[in-house]
């Protein structure tokens, strides 16, 4: 997909979190990475998605349209965050270290935060291109995230990137 001006469409989902809530939290961690990449006949190749471990100023970027041999289940995908937390790489994967407010940088508008505790709601009709980012790690993150978009709250982790993506797909609106 690309717009007029040639640019390709892209969903971007940052997962903002840390070592020890990724090992705690596998299950949810691997269901968020899984409602942003599968539909239900294989990947989504308009989307990437980042793990920000803010814990160790690293992340790791899924792009869907180049990571493969990753399987639609949850322990699949639990490997795959495995490896990369021990210095694994794999196809289409990138680890690298850098700044939050670099890769929102590089991240696609609008943006749509989901804060750990601050309320910053809002609403907003998503495009085929957006940007979600998920607050997993410090409420102390929610006052510069909030400042970035448009806020939405009280969605599970483990359910928010099949939600917003459907909207997406329908263009429907959130609230």
């Known amino acids: ?7 390709v469409l892209m969903r971007d989902f940052i ?3 840390s070592t020890q809530s990724a090992l705690q939290y596998v299950g949810l961690h691997s269901r968020f990475i899984q409602g942003a990449m599968m539909v239900s006949h294989g990947y989504r ?5 980042y793990l920000v471990f803010m814990d ?4 790791m970027l899924i792009r869907g349209n180049a990571v493969r041999g990753i399987l639609p289940d949850e322990s699949s995908i639990a490997y795959l965050m495995k490896e990369f937390l021990s210095g694994e790489a794999r196809k289409g994967i990138v680890i690298g270290a850098a700044e939050l407010r670099n890769i929102l940088r590089r991240t696609a508008q609008p943006t749509l935060i989901i804060p750990m505790a601050r309320e910053c709601n809002s609403h907003v009709r998503l495009g085929r291109d957006f940007t979600l980012i998920v607050n997993y790690y410090s409420p102390d993150l929610d006052s510069f995230l909030c400042g970035k ?9 483990d359910q928010v ?4 993506n459907y909207v997406a797909d329908n263009g429907l609106e959130i609230h």
């Open 15 to 17: 997962l903002i979190t």
């Open 45 to 49: 190749h308009d989307v990437n998605i």
């Open 149 to 157: 978009g448009f806020g939405l709250s009280r969605i599970s982790l």
């Open 56 to 59: 160790k100023f690293r992340y």
């Open 161 to 164: 990137s099949i939600i917003v």
């Open 1 to 7: 997909m690309e717009h007029a001006a040639g640019a």
